[in-house]
């Protein structure tokens, strides 16, 4: 079984650049979340999509970040302008999520590192 | 309101040394709890997890993990260390809303 894809894995900016990141969950995966891990931190986040409707984005910046799933299976964040405290790991997650799996659990993908100068 | 609380950012320990990892929980309802290990440019990695089955869970590369509600402690423990299992692992709660809260993680870091 494929894991969750992204791309790229490794971007550099200068601040009040747009950069954009791809996420491709896991199949059959109705759950997606991006988080934003800070160096030395817990990852934290950003905003959860149920196929294609968003669950929860409290804590997207919304004044320079943006999220969309599309079809309900590939997703896109975006951030514009970068700021250099965007300066993270972008985390995609899945997770399968029925009432009959009951299982909560999310499988990651590789990330990918932001260095905004 | 949920939370998790890692004590400790940074643990050394010898290599054959007792492995623990400390991890306290809130939470208003029946947590699930999980602990997932992060290596070098790499995603997060399930080790185990507790979804109200049995309190001791057991994981993937000898980990285990023992759910104690009167202690909101979810601790992870490893009865040898091994050069390998240097990393940084984080622990989680989740709720009936599928959204994981995670801990500040705790860098393991195994000594010859």
């Known amino acids: 079984e494929a894991g969750v894809a992204q791309s790229p894995r490794y971007k550099i900016i200068e601040k009040r650049q747009s950069v954009a990141f791809w996420c491709n969950p896991i199949?059959?995966?109705?759950?997606l979340y991006w988080y934003q891990q800070i160096l030395g931190q817990g990852p934290k986040l950003l905003i959860q999509?149920?196929?294609?409707?968003?669950?929860?984005d409290s804590q997207l910046p919304k004044d320079r970040f943006s999220a969309e799933r599309l079809k309900g299976v590939d997703s896109t964040l975006k951030i514009q302008p970068a700021k250099l405290e965007d300066s993270a790991v972008y985390l995609c997650?899945?997770?399968?999520?029925?009432?009959?799996?009951?299982?909560?659990?999310?499988?990651f993908g590789p990330g990918t590192r932001l260095t905004v100068l | 309101a949920q939370s998790v609380t890692q004590l400790g950012s940074h643990v050394s320990v010898s290599e054959g040394a007792l492995v623990l990892l400390r991890c306290n929980y809130s939470s208003s309802v029946p947590p699930y709890l999980f602990w997932y290990v992060q290596y070098p440019n790499q995603g997060l990695q399930l080790l185990l997890k507790?979804?109200?089955?049995?309190?001791l869970v057991k994981g993937i590369n000898g980990f285990e993990a023992e759910f104690k509600k009167s202690e909101t402690s979810f601790h992870l423990t490893k009865p040898s260390a091994h050069m390998s299992d240097a990393a940084e692992y984080f622990c989680a709660v989740s709720s009936g809303t599928y959204k994981y809260i995670f801990g500040t993680g705790t860098r393991l870091k195994v000594l010859a």
């Open positions: 199949s059959g995966h109705a759950t």
């Open positions: 999509f149920q196929n294609n409707g968003v669950v929860d």
């Open positions: 507790y979804t109200s089955a049995a309190t």
């Open positions: 997650a899945s997770s399968l999520d029925s009432p009959a799996s009951g299982s909560h659990e999310q499988f």
